[in-house]
């Protein structure tokens, strides 16, 4: 009878019968269809002072065809020898296998089959005799190559021997299982936005006493036969991110439908704040800028700026102090310092004044040019400004002001 009895348990038998010491029979893991260690060791599952873990060593989920290590973990405070099995099953279906496990420690481990079940036990050296405590084996299982095969459940069971060789006599059975989803079908990432890069050199609004009121208008259009998103992204003349409340943050994004437009006005009432933007342009689309001032002596007051390109290393504005005063708007596009050279010639071609202007990454500078010590020699001539990058890129667009009038002077070259 007992012979018989031997001959049907699910056992690990790790430390209490040798002849089980080089590995437990296929089928003993506790998984449905399967037997028990409890069979032959007359004790019940779980009853110790111990017990049994699976975990995963290196992932959460599972993905298809990427294998996964699995560490098995049996603790006892009273035994003196360990054995294990485990198995994977399908969640939904569990007399059924799932993936393929490996042994790939074989000198502690090694795989055995029952048909088309696979199940890894220990050795004889991964039983370990004489260890106090706990132990724990390492053993790798492969994914099936399609999430729609659902979760997997491990089930497994450990020997927690005392090492006297002696059945039903001190060793402790535990059993364990441990669930895995699939990784979740990845949904389409957040697009790293595209197009080509294109700025607005300036940014007005909010108001002050004696400048006004200011708002910027920027409008695109889509001639396209799609629809397209064009991001936006508002920097200070520090080049830190510009928050704007009527843009909703420091970045936007404007849906334009095929052949459609875009709007999006800057109105904050806050005391005026200067900026600069810059935009995102898919294929095709285009844009402007309307940087509007209303006073009470003069009423509204509009230019209209253009979106500027942010790879030039070199741009030349006209200048002409007769007819008015002449500000220059240089920003740095770049995530890196830049030197700019500015070079003032007069009408004869003959240089006048010279300077190497510092611009910190995203930082946009804005200056009436003669009031620069540099280039108080521009005073009453005309001619042009020349500006070069000796590394990185700069985008530069001029202003005229006269009175209470303003325009833009767009580069000769860029």
Known sequence: MHRNK?????????????????????????????????????????????????????????????PVTLRITLSDPTAQRWGFEITARSAATPSDPLGTLVAIDTANTQLKTAGPLQFITHRT????????????????????????????IFYAAGNAANNNGVEDSGDKIYTATLSVA?????????????????????????SQVDAGVWTTALYFYNPTGKAVDVPLSFFGADGQPLSIASAGGDHATLSIASKGTGYLELNDGVPLTEGWLLALLPDGVTGFGVVKRTTDATGPQEITLPLMTTTSAAATLFYDENQG??????????????????????????????????????????????????????????????????????????????????????????
């Not at 706990?134 to 399609?146: H, I, K």
């Open 6 to 66: 031997l001959a049907l348990c699910a056992i690990f038998l790790a430390a209490s019968i040798w002849a089980k010491s080089g590995g437990a029979d296929p089928a003993v893991t506790g998984a449905p269809g399967d037997g028990l260690c409890t069979d032959c060791h007359g004790t019940s599952a779980n009853s110790g002072p111990g017990k049994l873990q699976i975990s995963l060593v290196n992932a959460t989920t599972w993905t298809p065809g990427t």
């Open 125 to 152: 050296p991964g039983t370990r005799p004489g260890t106090s405590n706990s132990s724990s084996w390492e053993v790798q299982w492969t994914p099936p190559a399609d999430t729609a095969a659902g979760s997997v």
């Open 182 to 206: 699939p990784a979740a079908a990845n949904p389409d990432p957040t697009p790293t936005p595209t197009g080509t890069p294109r700025l607005l050199s300036r940014l007005s609004f909010g």
């Open 325 to 414: 005063d002449s500000w220059v708007a240089l920003i740095n596009p770049t995530t890196s310092s830049v030197d700019v050279t500015l070079n003032a010639r007069d009408d004869t071609g003959a240089s006048i004044a010279s300077a190497t202007l510092t611009l910190a990454a995203h930082q946009r500078q804005w200056f009436l040019v003669r009031d620069r010590a540099e280039f108080s020699a521009i005073a009453g001539k005309r001619g042009v400004l020349e500006f070069s990058a000796a590394s990185g890129a700069v985008s530069v667009l001029g202003q005229r002001t006269k009175g209470s009038s303003f325009a833009p002077v767009l580069p000769a070259e860029r």
